[in-house]
């Protein structure tokens, strides 16, 4: 099955500085990568996704990378905001499956210091 | 939230007894989750579910059962709660399976702690 590495397992940044987490994935066939912010005490949310036919996507201040070959993708925050303080997840997937195939990484706490 | 509730939002209870969390959802998606957040493990599938009466196992079925007599209700047993199922439980949907635009929406847990 599926394996997702997911590092830093912390970071820390200065408001303002620019923040970048990446994450490997094992199966060739993945080709779905979503992102999920949680903040504390609350669920996972969807902030941005990509799939392997697009090598980068951007959102605002949030923007997302993909290299097929090397199997590996990566979340960028940039101007980083106190909001932006919040554990992060990433996830791969098949495109032919379900959320059920889904596999996550264990997660990035990241730390805005003011 | 995307009107999905999960209850109780914590508990406490002790090795053996059974425990059962309730997930509930107001938008009609036809498929439901249920995964357990533990540190360094992220989010794991306990078992979900496509359907009323349709489910099926994640990968860490053991020990936990659901049942889905509703679309609205998908519900998680632990028969015989064990201190290696002391975890924060998601339930999370989503409107469609394998497609592309469907993300997941979860609700803000479950706080379980087996004494």
């Known amino acids: 099955g599926e394996n997702v590495e997911q590092h830093p397992s912390t970071l820390s940044v200065q408001e303002g500085d620019s923040a970048v987490i990446k994450c490997t994935y094992s199966?060739?066939?993945?080709?779905?990568f979503p992102w999920y912010k949680q903040e504390l005490g609350k669920g996972p949310q969807l902030i941005i996704d990509?799939?392997?036919?697009?090598g980068e996507k951007k959102d605002q201040r949030i923007a997302v990378t993909l290299n097929k070959t090397a199997k590996h993708f990566s979340l960028h925050i940039t101007e980083t905001q106190p909001e932006d303080s919040a554990v992060y997840f990433c996830?791969?997937?098949?495109?032919?499956?379900?959320?059920?195939?889904?596999?996550f990484g264990t997660g990035t706490r990241l730390t805005i210091i003011p | 939230d995307a009107g999905i509730t999960q209850s109780p939002r914590h508990k406490v209870t002790e090795t053996g007894t059974p425990v059962t969390l309730r997930c509930h959802q107001t938008?009609?998606?036809?498929?439901m989750y249920w995964y357990r957040q533990d540190p360094g493990h992220g989010l794991r599938l306990i078992h979900y579910?496509?359907?009323?009466?349709?489910?099926d196992k994640g990968e860490v079925s053991d020990g936990y059962s659901v049942s889905r007599s509703k679309t609205e209700d998908f519900l998680l047993t632990l028969e015989s709660a064990t201190s290696s199922q002391t975890s924060v439980y998601f339930c999370?949907?989503?409107?469609?399976?394998?497609?592309?635009?469907?993300?997941?929406?979860f609700g803000n847990g479950t706080r379980l702690t087996v004494t």
């Open positions: 999370a949907i989503s409107p469609l399976g394998a497609a592309y635009n469907s993300p997941l929406h």
């Open positions: 199966d060739s066939a993945s080709n779905y």
């Open positions: 990509i799939r392997s036919n697009v």
């Open positions: 996830a791969a997937r098949p495109v032919n499956f379900g959320n059920e195939k889904l596999t």
């Open positions: 938008e009609n998606h036809r498929y």
């Open positions: 579910s496509y359907g009323v009466k349709d489910t």
